[in-house]
């Protein structure tokens, strides 16, 4: 009797490699980029961010989200989202959004806290196209 093995590779494949690539491990800007989004295309309340903003960060949101800057008939997508390390428990962020053939820049500043704790320092707005 012979044994076949269960595999998910087309017949013919060897090679090891899934599908989409290799992941990137997501980072803490990933996280913020995806709830920001939400906050200002109006799917979540501003409030949702409270303690995960400081400074002058949750006054941006709370002047962003009644103008909803991408709000809109079509959902917005986060397209891409990047990072720099300027310095030890610093992430400034950018992410690129998609509304149907819209595309608008998001930039964002995280802070660690004493709790290790990431929060949004700032952010910022600008439609692209």
Not at 21 to 38: C, K, V
Not at 59 to 78: F, I, K, M, Y
Not at 95 to 107: K, P
Request: charged share 20%; with cysteine.
């Amino acid at each position: 009797m012979t044994r076949t093995r269960n595999t998910t590779r087309p017949p013919g494949r060897h090679d090891q490699r899934r599908p989409g690539g290799p992941r990137t491990p997501r980072g803490p800007h990933d996280w913020f980029a995806e709830r920001l989004l939400a906050v200002v295309s109006g799917q979540r309340p501003v409030h949702s961010l409270l303690g995960l903003t400081v400074g002058p960060a949750y006054d941006q949101l709370v002047t962003l989200a009644p103008t909803a800057p991408l709000r809109a008939r079509l959902r917005p997508v986060l397209r891409q989202c990047g990072r720099f390390h300027p310095g030890p428990g610093v992430i400034e962020a950018f992410a690129r959004i998609a509304t149907g053939e819209r595309v608008s820049a998001m930039a964002f500043r995280l802070e660690q806290g004493p709790d290790l704790r990431w929060r949004c320092a700032a952010i910022e707005m600008a439609p692209l196209a």
